[in-house]
T-cell receptor, first 114, second 110 residues
Framework: SAVISQKPSRDICQRGTSLTIQCQVD?????MFWYRQQPGQSLTLIAT?????????ESGFVIDKFPISRPNLTFSTLTVSNMSPEDSSIYLC???????????FGQGTRLTVV | GQNIDQPTEMTATEGAIVQINCTYQ??????LFWYQQHAGEAPTFLSY????GLEEKGRFSSFLSRSKGYSYLLLKELQMKDSASYLC???????????FGAGTRLFVKA
């Protein structure tokens, strides 16, 4: 199993500002994943964060809007830049330990942009 | 393209059995997962299928048919605490990238 500490757990931000979300894992993992979950909807993958290389972004998500850092094998950050109310969502980081254990998620960051 | 379909909502009675279906069309397949997500919480892993057939784990079972692009999650002896969203997810080939369905919200009534 894995324990993921994600913070902040929630924030209310002004439009035009940026928020950085942090995830700390209690073990070394090659890949970390960042998801967004709109209210009542499922998880949408934003990007895959690999240590030592640039993140891989999914269609519809760009680095300028969602810059990601992965300085080591236990830590990653996701920044939501130049926020607008449409960015209001829950953001989750995740690690995948293989098929027998599946994915583990952080507690999520509930972001509200006003 | 990638598409995972599951019913939006289901309602069942405490003590009963419920089956949640999932159909998928993905560019590759390297396993199917089911996750449970209670409101306001992160998803938690329930089951994994990569070969055809049934996997049983306590009150929960999951079935896969790769040729049909079909899976179901079976919950037995339903309890009130089983009220949650159930997410079907497919891992693509070549890595750990996982695509999630929209989820099925299950309501268990007394």
């Amino acid at each position: 199993s894995a324990v993921i500490s994600q913070k902040p757990s929630r924030d209310i931000c002004q439009r035009g500002t940026s928020l950085t979300i942090q995830c700390q894992v209690d073990s070394q993992v090659t890949m970390m994943f960042w998801y967004r979950q709109q209210p009542g909807q499922s998880l949408t993958l934003i990007a895959t964060a690999n240590q030592g290389s640039e993140a891989t972004y999914e269609s519809g998500f760009v680095i300028d809007k969602f810059p990601i850092s992965r300085p080591n094998l236990t830590f990653s950050t996701l920044t939501v830049s130049n926020m607008s109310p449409e960015d209001s969502s829950i953001y989750l980081c995740s690690v995948d330990l293989g098929p027998k254990d599946g994915a583990f998620f952080g507690q999520g960051t509930r972001l509200t942009v006003v | 393209g990638q598409n995972i379909d599951q019913p939006t909502e289901m309602t069942a009675t405490e003590g009963a059995i419920v089956q949640i279906n999932c159909t998928y069309q993905t560019s590759g397949f390297n396993g199917l997962f089911w996750y449970q997500q209670h409101a306001g919480e992160a998803p938690t892993f329930l089951s994994y299928n990569v070969l055809d057939g049934l996997e049983e784990k306590g009150r929960f079972s999951s079935f896969l048919s790769r040729s049909k692009g079909y899976s179901y999650l079976l919950l037995k002896e339903l309890q009130m605490k089983d009220s949650a969203s159930y997410l079907c997810a497919v891992r693509e080939t070549g890595g750990f990238k996982t695509i999630f369905g929209a989820g099925t919200r299950l309501f268990v009534k007394a």
